[in-house]
Nanobody, 121 residues
Framework: QVQLVESGGDLVQAGGSLRLSCAASGSIFRISAMAWHRQAPGKQRELVAV???????NYADSVKGRFTISRDNAKNSVYLQMNSLKPEDTAVYYCNTGRWVGSTYYQNNNWGQGTQVTVSS
């Protein structure tokens, strides 16, 4: 079972930046696609960004051009650089492992505790 620990969330003003980190345990990391999801109050969890084991990336339209996902296989870590933050980015952010097949991300059922991002206007 992979364990995931997210960190880096904070309160930031609109237009600001944050960098989220996710540390993963287990050898599955290197062969897994990794993703960031977020869940705002009263809303369903949504997929934000995916990075494959080979480094290809995919983003939700709402964050394209503002967020960048990256990974460091040597550190079993995945990151989310978030720039030009907006109040609508406010949510709990979670990382997760999965598979990228064709143009679809198939998530595994492993989640960390999440990290809170709050963007004030």
């Amino acid at each position: 079972q992979v364990q995931l620990v997210e960190s880096g969330g904070d309160l930031v003003q609109a237009g600001g930046s944050l960098r989220l980190s996710c540390a993963a345990s287990g050898s599955i990391f290197r062969i897994s696609a990794m993703a960031w999801h977020r869940q705002a109050p009263g809303k369903q969890r949504e997929l934000v960004a995916v990075i494959t084991s080979g480094g290809s990336t995919n983003y939700a339209d709402s964050v394209k051009g503002r967020f960048t996902i990256s990974r460091d296989n040597a550190k079993n870590s995945v990151y989310l650089q978030m720039n030009s933050l907006k109040p609508e980015d406010t949510a709990v952010y979670y990382c997760n492992t999965g598979r990228w097949v064709g143009s679809t991300y198939y998530q595994n059922n492993n989640w960390g505790q999440g990290t809170q991002v709050t963007v004030s206007s």
